[in-house]
């Protein structure tokens, strides 16, 4: 019976150390800037969450879509900025991690005219 269950309990250790195979490795969070714009609002513990849906294929189509629905309004429709919004493309956006975004997203910049996403779907921020 040994040499079975010491199979058994190496092929559990195997299963818990060997990398998820679903889910694409993505490089670790950049060092994080000094937060400039609305990010300064943003706690410390929320850039490190990551994008779930990077690698995703279709996610980019989806979020531009999302984006003309939602945010072109005031942000422009190519993220260039409007009267009401800063620009997206650029700008202090380029140093943001995934997780300050969605951070933003879900808090919105409440008494700057920033609404908050927080109906959206998780997965639509
Ligand atoms: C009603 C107008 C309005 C809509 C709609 C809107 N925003 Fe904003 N957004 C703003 C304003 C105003 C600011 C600037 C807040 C400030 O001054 O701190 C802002 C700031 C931001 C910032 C921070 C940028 C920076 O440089 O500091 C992000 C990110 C952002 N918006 C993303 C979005 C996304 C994505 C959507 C769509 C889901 C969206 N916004 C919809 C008005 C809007």
Redesign the pocket.
Known sequence: MRPAILLLMSGLLGAQTAPPKTVPAQPAAPQAAAP????VHVPVKAREKRNPLAGDPTAKAAGQK??QQ??A???GESAEGGK???M?AG???AD?TPGQ?FW??TNG?LG????E?SR?PPAQR
């Open positions: 400039t714009g609305a990010f999302l984006f939602h945010c309004e005031c942000h009401k919004a800063p997206l700008g202090p956006m943001a975004i933003i997203l910049v700057k005219g920033m609404p996403w959206l």
